[in-house]
């Protein structure tokens, strides 16, 4: 074997958990913190197919919007997590898409202070594939007062979902809000209250698709998924009280 081949196979191993030794694009200081706690200290490599798009600054730190795309890996794709490292509730959401659910997320957060973003994608071999980004903030998005506590008549629009589905050239795109105000637990003399599982379902129950949500997913919270045909679904919601909410689309 030529020496050249030989690097190539050394650089391909596994080594303590990494497939490569690779600089954080984001040299983030809290990453092998977040490598170990979310992924398991799993392997991993640092993907630019893993899409993470986010403003630069975050004008409202309560609605920051990030849109996570791996359609890049295709079918591979087995599970998605995202958060922001510097939040005081870094998890944002784990989201598992099935056979006839596009890996494609959008969705809006809060964030405390400026932070590196990111999304990490499990393959059916078992490596996460990470991408990355940053969002500037002036900060105080996560232990801001809610607004929609201040608002007539929240508690009557708790659950209420308001959006549909867009027919596209392969499938469909879902996109809809959720009137919840999603405490964080952070905010004085408020306690926790927030969605925490969702589930899209076809119009028979099967499940199409799985997310877990986070504190750190903002006030009436907003999401997109896309779906592959022109089938109807319907999505589940479920939030850490156990009140279950249930929409078609």
């Known amino acids: 074997m030529r020496v050249r081949e030989l690097l190539l196979v050394f650089t391909l191993l596994p080594l303590d958990g990494v497939l490569a030794a690779q600089p954080d694009p984001l040299q983030s200081v809290m990453w092998q913190h977040h490598h170990e706690r979310v992924l398991n200290g799993e392997p991993y490599v640092f993907d630019d197919r893993v899409k993470v798009l986010v403003p630069p600054f975050a004008e409202d730190a309560r609605q920051v919007p990030m849109h996570v795309d791996a359609r890049a890996l295709g079918d591979e794709v087995v599970r998605i997590e995202a958060w922001a490292e510097l939040n005081p509730i870094p998890r944002v959401f784990s989201f598992v898409p099935g056979e006839q659910v596009v890996p494609l997320v959008a969705i809006r957060f809060r964030v405390e202070q400026a932070t590196p973003i990111r999304a990490a994608v499990l393959t059916r071999d078992g490596v996460w594939h990470v991408g990355s980004a940053r969002v500037d903030a002036a900060g105080g998005g996560c232990s ?103 929409a078609a689309l």
Do not use: C
Not at 157 to 185: I, K, T
Not at 210 to 216: G, I, K, N, R
């Open 144 to 246: 801001a007062p809610s607004v929609v506590r201040t608002q007539p008549g929240w508690e009557q629009r708790l659950g209420r979902v308001v959006g549909g589905r867009f027919e596209r050239a392969a499938g469909s795109r879902l996109r809809l809000q959720v009137s919840h105000p999603m405490d964080n637990g952070l905010v004085g003399g408020i306690p926790e209250f927030f969605l925490n599982q969702a589930e899209l379902r076809d119009t028979e129950g099967n499940t199409l698709a799985t997310l877990e949500l986070y504190p750190a997913v903002s006030e009436n919270p907003t999401l997109s998924l896309e779906v592959k045909g022109q089938q109807s679904s319907r999505l589940w919601l479920r939030d850490n009280n156990g009140n279950e909410f249930e």
